[in-house]
Every structure is written in C-alpha cells, then in structure tokens.
T-cell receptor, first 115, second 110 residues
Framework: DAGITQSPRYKITETGRQVTLMCHQT?????MFWYRQDLGHGLRLIYY???????DKGEVPDGYVVSRSKTENFPLTLESATRSQTSVYFC??????????????FGPGTRLTVT | QKEVEQDPGPLSVPEGAIVSLNCTYS??????FMWYRQYSRKGPELLMY????GNKEDGRFTAQVDKSSKYISLFIRDSQPSDSATYLC??????????FGSGTRLQVQP
C-alpha cells in the first residue's frame, strides 16, 4: 500500500526557473490538496481539486499552476520560481465521502529551495 | 488576523504530565475540527477529528470543541517523550479544504 508519494523530496532551483512538484496517490481519493508550510504560518492551502479536471484556488495561489488530468496525480508547477517560494510543500488527499476515521492523508513533503 | 490562532510554544513538560494545547478561531462557518501531529521532517498525521461541539476521547488523547467561544483543545494524558512533536489544529467549513493553526511545538522531557 504505497499511499501518497511526492517527488522530488528535495529540490534546489534558481530564481526564474520553472519547477514541477509531483504528487501521486494510490487510493483513488477524489480530493487532492497542495499546501506549503513556512515557519510561523503553519500549513497554507495553495490549490485543491475535487476530482479530475476540477481545481480551485486556496489561500496562496499566486505564482502556482495545477492540473489534474488523472485522479491519482496532482502536479504543482511554479511557473517562474521566486525566493519567497522557498518552502516545504505537502500534498494531501481525502476520499469523497466524509467518514469517522482518518481524514486528510499527507505525503512526506518536498523541500524546495529557490536561490 | 488569521482565521485560526495557535500559540507556537515551545511547550516543555516532564514525562507523565497532562498537556493542554489550544486554538481559537474566528470563522463561524467551521464545522469540523482536527488535530494533527507532525514529527520533524515528516508530513502531518491525523490524531483527532471532531464534528461540531463536544468532546472526543481516544486513548490518552481528548479533543474538545466549544463553538460558542470558538475554542478548541487537545489534552494529552500521561505524556511520553514520543509525544514530542508539533501539534497542528485544523478547521473545515465542510468544503474539505483545511485552515491550519501555525502549530505548537511540544517537548516531553524524560
């Protein structure tokens, strides 16, 4: 049971470059999310998706692009990376129906540094 | 002002102590309340999940929600060094996207 994976786990890139962070889940969960985590801010929602081809902005979407052509994948692209996008990025997913058990399942995170 | 406020700590307690972690929120539309635990360099993992006001207990953990005062709490009984982590509260209006507090770092000293 692989669950939810993110790649790469670590990335260093230069200002102005395009970077894509990958997220893959094996559960066929409907909802998928991208958060960034910065000291003092906790996790902030960037984008989320309720199903394939349905995406919506979160709290901090500027500078990011997402797509969801397949249920299991939810890539996050930084079109032109800036130093302020240095952060730890977490992908998460949840099933369509709300249950009493675990809710959002998080991936292990991608640590991105923009120089 | 953030929708969910949480004291960042750090909070240091001796092993066996009762720990109280708290958050306040401002959005009356929040209906679902969660506590996540995050170890260093790991993704958050769900500890407790509560719908609306009330208490929920799971082993050494108790979550409380008071919607009238917009206050949520997590209590840890008989704290262990393995409980040392960052604890994040999270709130949801029902549309599934979570709003997190900034997290409280807890250290349980052996």
């Amino acid at each position: 049971d692989a669950g939810i994976t993110q790649s790469p786990r670590y990335k260093i890139t230069e200002t102005g470059r395009q970077v894509t962070l990958m997220c893959h889940q094996t559960w066929s969960h409907s909802y998928m999310f991208w958060y960034r985590q910065d000291l003092g801010h906790g996790l902030r929602l960037i984008y989320y998706s309720a199903a394939a081809d349905i995406t919506d902005k979160g709290e901090v979407p500027d500078g990011y692009v997402v797509s969801r052509s397949k249920t299991e994948n939810f890539p996050l692209t930084l079109e032109s990376a800036t130093r302020s996008q240095t952060s730890v990025y977490f992908c998460a997913s949840i099933p369509l129906t709300r249950g009493q058990g675990n809710e959002q399942y998080f991936g292990p995170g991608t640590r991105l540094t923009v120089t | 002002q953030k929708e969910v406020e949480q004291d960042p700590g750090p909070l240091s307690v001796p092993e066996g102590a009762i720990v109280s972690l708290n958050c306040t929120y401002s959005n009356s539309a929040f209906q679902y309340f969660m506590w996540y635990r995050q170890y260093s360099r790991k993704g958050p993992e769900l500890l407790m999940y509560t719908y609306s006001s009330g208490n929920k207990e799971d082993g050494r953990f108790t979550a409380q929600v008071d919607k009238s005062s917009k206050y949520i709490s997590l209590f840890i009984r008989d704290s262990q060094p393995s409980d040392s982590a960052t604890y994040l509260c999270a709130c949801d209006t029902g549309r599934r996207a979570l709003t997190f507090g900034s997290g409280t770092r807890l250290q349980v000293q052996p």
